[in-house]
């Protein structure tokens, strides 16, 4: 007996067997297996086609990813914790175990705490940040430089107010060796224009003193200047060879900088005299040579005060067209500037003696000038200067 769910009492069917009439003695076993035959069979659960496509490709992508060299990850919407990374994430910060890459967030590696703020900022106000290179520690604490390459992902509410951000996700790269050979390469550039000056390459139309070729050059109207210590035999004799150097480099140390000041580049220091271009206007060379006297003043205080005797130069400025470009053989070559235009601001220069004043510059610098008024400008004569054969107007400028 057995009770069924609403308390009736029934009884167990026999297991004996039994004879119908005309047919056969069958059991309960065997009624059980027929009428299981008459049951509809349930069918087996099938996979689609385009599930198991995708789920080849989910594994296909999955693959890729890990043979990348470069880190992709995807971190909680606060850039912080990381959801999930590749191998080469891990590696990029000096982890061999993935699984114990995961369990660090991105704030451990930022050198500067403020750095991920500031990334999080440039993703809500631009939803992406395209190659930002971030300095970074590893887990050593390595400085290491990164690239990153970063998208956000919104969470689906069309009725937020604001966009909610879901999760993030990045690329990553290792670009620390880039980043030194960079580095050295622009202090090898800086090394270079302390011997062939920028603005003389950009005169040139190059982008790099590897593309300097010889016989490059290029025809340009310039402002010269020279100028020279007087009497610096004087002094010279009366110093070591080494003094001679502390002098020269002290006194140009002053002087070379007045030069950049005023859009001007030195073409070369040739002892104690300097030769510099003004390829702007004629206002920044006299203006120039004008501020390196006044300088002069202050320097020779500070000799009066060592005991050393006072410097006096002479400097000559010409306006006009000349030729730039770079001089010798395949092995061993310079740049330098030739023409008229500089052969006369040179003897300009040696004029400052005869009539002991120390600025003249020619007529064409005087007519190159925007506003002559503006400086105290005096006419001094006409003279044939060595190698013309007709006289030039020269002035002289007060530095007052």
Known sequence: MYKTDNGTLLAFPSTTKKRLPNSKTISLEDEIYNLRKTLPVAEKPTISTEAIQLREQEAQYRELVEALNVGVYRTT????????????????????????????????????????????????????????????????????????????????????????????????????????????????????QRFVPHEFLQTLGKKSIQDVQLNDRIQKEMSILFSDIRHFCMFSEAMTPEDNFRFINSYLSHMGPIVRQHNGFIDKFIGDSIMALFGGSADDAVSSA????????????????????????????????????????????????????????????????????????????????????????????????EGRSQPISVYEVSDL
Request: charged share 30%; hydrophobic share 35%; proline share 2%.
């Open 77 to 192: 919407a606060h850039n912080k914790n990381f959801l999930k990374a590749n191998t080469a994430m891990a590696h990029i910060f000096g982890y061999d175990s993935i699984e114990e890459f995961m369990r660090t967030s991105m704030s451990d590696h930022y050198q500067h705490p403020e750095q991920r703020l500031e990334v999080m900022e440039m993703l809500r106000r631009n939803g992406c940040c395209k190659n930002l290179e971030v300095p970074m520690n590893k887990k050593d604490g390595t400085k290491i430089w990164v690239s990153f390459n970063v998208t956000v992902k919104y969470e689906n509410d069309n009725n937020a107010t604001e966009r909610k951000i879901k999760w993030i996700d990045g690329v990553a790269e290792d670009i620390t060796e880039r980043k030194e050979a960079i580095n050295k390469l622009q202090e090898l550039n800086e090394a270079y």
């Open 290 to 385: 004008i501020v390196m006297l006044r300088t002069l003043k202050d320097y020779n205080e500070g000799r009066k005060r060592a005991g050393y005797l006072p410097v006096q130069i002479g400097i000559g400025i010409n306006t006009g067209t000349l030729m730039l470009g770079t001089l010798g053989e395949a092995h061993r070559m310079e740049g330098t500037v030739v023409g008229d235009a500089v052969n006369t601001a040179s003897r300009l220069e040696k004029l400052t003696k005869h009539y002991k004043r120390p600025l003249l510059i020619s007529e064409n610098t005087l007519n190159a000038l925007k506003d002559p008024s503006v400086y105290d400008i005096r006419h001094v004569g006409r003279v044939i200067v």
